[in-house]
């Protein structure tokens, strides 16, 4: 697993492990876990942080998995860019990654300038946040990670392969 991309959604999604409402009315637990729509609900369930860290993993296995199957993926041409694609889908889901077609169409130009614009200029930018909208976008138009994550010992631990397949691009 590659520890840049779960650092990044870690910090961006928040572990909670006690399961809530978010912001679309949708029961959420741990990194962002979407979890099932039920009739009576999720109120009162509790994960343990080892539960929250197990389901992270298999959420980015299965985003990553979608990712590797739209036709953008063969465009990405560095590291950064995969692995804000794999985050987009971990966020969104494939489906609703799938609607953003003229970002998708310039990312399979390499319009990368104009498809990093796209991105911003959407409801899921306003909707995620400056932070994350804007980390994303930057990986998308510049290709690479800023010099803070570059020079970090994290990033040089993790420039093993990809899990499940992945091939990896450095960046």
Request: hydrophobic share 40%; with cysteine.
């Amino acid at each position: 697993m590659d520890p840049i991309l779960v650092r990044d959604i870690q910090k961006a999604e928040g572990c909670s492990l006690t399961a809530y409402l978010d912001t679309n009315g949708f029961w959420t637990i741990g990194w962002g876990h979407k979890l099932p729509v039920t009739l009576r609900g999720w109120n009162g369930l509790v994960w343990t942080q080892e539960q929250a860290d197990i389901q992270l993993e298999t959420d980015i296995a299965d985003a990553g998995k979608h990712a590797m199957a739209l036709p953008e993926w063969t465009a990405d041409d560095s590291r950064a860019r995969r692995n804000a694609l794999v985050e987009l889908v971990f966020n969104m889901g494939c489906t609703k990654w799938q609607t953003f077609t003229k970002t998708r169409t310039l990312w399979r130009l390499q319009n990368w300038s104009n498809a990093s614009a796209e991105l911003m200029d959407s409801l899921w930018s306003r909707q995620v946040g400056k932070t994350r909208s804007e980390r994303l976008a930057n990986y998308l138009r510049m290709g690479c990670y800023p010099p803070s994550v570059v020079a970090s010992s994290l990033y040089a631990s993790s420039l093993s392969a990809w899990p499940h397949g992945f091939a990896l691009v450095a960046a």
